[in-house]
């Protein structure tokens, strides 16, 4: 598949400043939604890089710094699992990705969102669904957020190890929903979410 089919297409329609819109952290039961934004240059070449999903952990965790320093602009949003439960997470999804956006300098002319749904901005937007897979440059920003949103995860795990956020990441695995059961939720679990939801002030 070409990877840089939108970027070649948004080119032609004489569009400069494409940066590429993802996140990551959508579906878990525990901590924050991450969100980034990545502008790149039309030559750019980085081996390797393709949608997160598709990649181990250390190859994701090998091309974060290659696609930081390759990147024209890059930005990064964090939002944490009390926003989440406040707003709902696909708003709460479209807030990280507004923060990201409004970090790139210079301005996009051009978002590719990955998904069906645009965000809240006045730039123009094309939302591309399976998108990390069709645009190199929203496969570089969904790299971006996972390793970012791993290593956040990662952290937690060193504050609340009872839950082994190193292995699952916050994901609903049935080891995570075991020790949910066995401990009850921590602060940094989403209350609204089916999982947890059933197991607060039991």
Known sequence: MNLLEFE??????????????????????AGPVVAAAVIFSSSIDI??????????????????????EKAIAY?????DPEVIDEI?????????????????????????ID?????????DQWAIIKGDSKSLSIAAASVLAKVTRDRIMEDYHKLYPQYQFDRHKGYGTKLHR???????????HRSTFKGVSEHINR
């Open 8 to 29: 070649t297409k948004a080119r032609e329609r004489e569009f400069s400043n494409i940066a590429g819109v993802d996140e990551a952290g959508r579906g878990p039961l």
């Open 47 to 68: 081996a390797g890089l393709d949608d997160s999903k598709k990649l181990s952990a250390k190859k994701r965790e090998a091309l974060f710094p290659k696609i930081q």
């Open 75 to 79: 930005g990064m949003s964090v939002v």
């Open 88 to 112: 709902n997470i696909l708003q709460a999804a479209r807030l990280a990705m507004k923060q990201a956006v409004d970090q790139l300098n210079p301005v996009p002319d051009l978002l590719l």
């Open 115 to 123: 998904g069906n749904q645009k965000i809240e901005s006045s730039l």
């Open 178 to 188: 075991t020790l949910i059961q066995e401990h009850g939720p921590c602060p940094i």
